[in-house]
């Protein structure tokens, strides 16, 4: 079954998927920079993990090697883990201010 996703995969040339994720990546660095909701921000962050995830597959899967596909689980993992310390760090903030804008970071200091 392996070698029928990897068929299917490549009938899709590899262009499409470098404009999907370079699509995708600008989108998220475009949120971290203009929106000030750390949530969204974190959303953000985690669209940008995954368009690179994305790409490293498809290349993975066009090389025929599966150490792309090994680096995508280990960034899964750094992702899973950015996202309990991002929101321990946001409860955190929302306990202190009763907000989650990240404007007021600047109020923390101190």
Do not use: H, W
């Not at 949530?39 to 985690?46: F, R, S, T």
């Not at 792309?68 to 960034?75: K, P, T």
């Amino acid at each position: 079954m392996g070698g029928d996703v990897n068929t299917f995969i490549q009938q899709v040339p590899l262009e499409y998927f470098i404009m999907l994720c370079t699509l995708l990546f600008c989108l998220g660095v475009l949120g971290v920079l203009l929106r000030k909701n750390a949530i969204v921000i974190l959303g953000c962050v985690e669209l940008m993990l995954n368009s690179v995830n994305l790409l490293l597959a498809a290349f993975s899967a066009y090389s025929g090697d599966g150490n792309g596909q090994l680096l995508v689980f280990f960034i899964m993992v750094v992702a899973a883990a950015e996202v309990a310390v991002g929101l321990a760090i946001i409860a955190m903030m929302y306990r202190n201010t009763k907000s989650v804008d990240v404007s007021i970071f600047n109020k923390l200091r101190g």
